[in-house]
């Protein structure tokens, strides 16, 4: 079992940077594919960044591609999400999860376990 739990969140100025961090317990968190989703108000979860087990995989969704990216610690058990040049589309609860396949996949069906969600606002 693999428990979630985000940070790093909060309202920043469109054009800012933020810094996501979803520390994972176990001892298998290093056999994951990681990957960050976020929900904006009336819309479906969507796919934004994904890392492969070892780190060597990355894949992005186009909307934060160069902009955005993914990174993690096996031995700290943590995954990252670097946010610039945020926008106000950019506006939403981003959530971490974690996939028992070794890959990245753009599914959230992919994905076993979830954390509870951190919100990210970018003001115009």
């Known amino acids: 079992q693999v428990q979630l739990v985000e940070s790093g969140g909060g309202l920043v100025q469109a054009g800012g940077s933020l810094r996501l961090s979803c520390a994972a317990s176990g001892r298998t968190f290093s056999s994951y594919a990681m990957g960050w989703f976020r929900q904006a108000p009336g819309k479906e979860r969507e796919f934004v960044a994904g890392?492969?087990?070892?780190?060597?995989?990355?894949r992005y969704a186009d909307s934060v591609k160069g902009r955005f990216t993914i990174s993690r610690d096996n031995a700290e058990n943590t995954v990252f999400l670097q946010m610039n040049t945020l926008k106000p589309e950019d506006t939403a609860v981003y959530y971490c999860a974690a996939g028992s396949g070794r890959w990245p996949d753009r599914v959230t069906g992919y994905y076993d376990h979830w954390g509870q969600g951190t919100q990210v606002t970018a003001s115009s």
């Open positions: 890392i492969s087990w070892s780190g060597g995989m990355t």
